[in-house]
């Protein structure tokens, strides 16, 4: 079975707490459970991690590295600033998709630059945790060519 990594970046942690009107009122193990079924679904297992640094993350990509064979990443605010995660990305050519719970196109200016997209075969935002579902079907048509298994 094909394995999956996702990330989330900072304060992702904090859902639930953080902003409800905007993040919602599910917690970060909502999420994480949310997660293992929608990949489940889709015929992929999938391993979650989360860090509030950028440098963890960073190593975390480049350990999926020969051990995974999608990634879905939520970078949070790195991704409006990070230039070391999506060359972490191609760095190790694993494919990729980007998710976000909000819509970061209408939202302040200094969301509407993801150095991430660069990186990512498609970017989902907007959905809530249903973005992750979609992200994860993104990768599995990409990864498996629509088959559940492989
Ligand atoms: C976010 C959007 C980012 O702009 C913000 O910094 C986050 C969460 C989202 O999921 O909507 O922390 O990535």
Redesign the pocket.
Known sequence: MKRILVIN????NLLGLREPDI?GTKSYADLVSFIREASSKAGLTADCFQSNSEGAIVDEIQKAYGNFDGIVI????Y??TSIAIPDALKAVGIPAVE????D?NS?EPY?RVSYTSDACIATV?GKGFEGYEEAIRILQTAVCGGKSRA
């Open positions: 970046g900072p304060n992702i993040y939520n970078p949070a605010a991704t409006h998710v976000h719970l909000s970061i939202r969301r935002a």
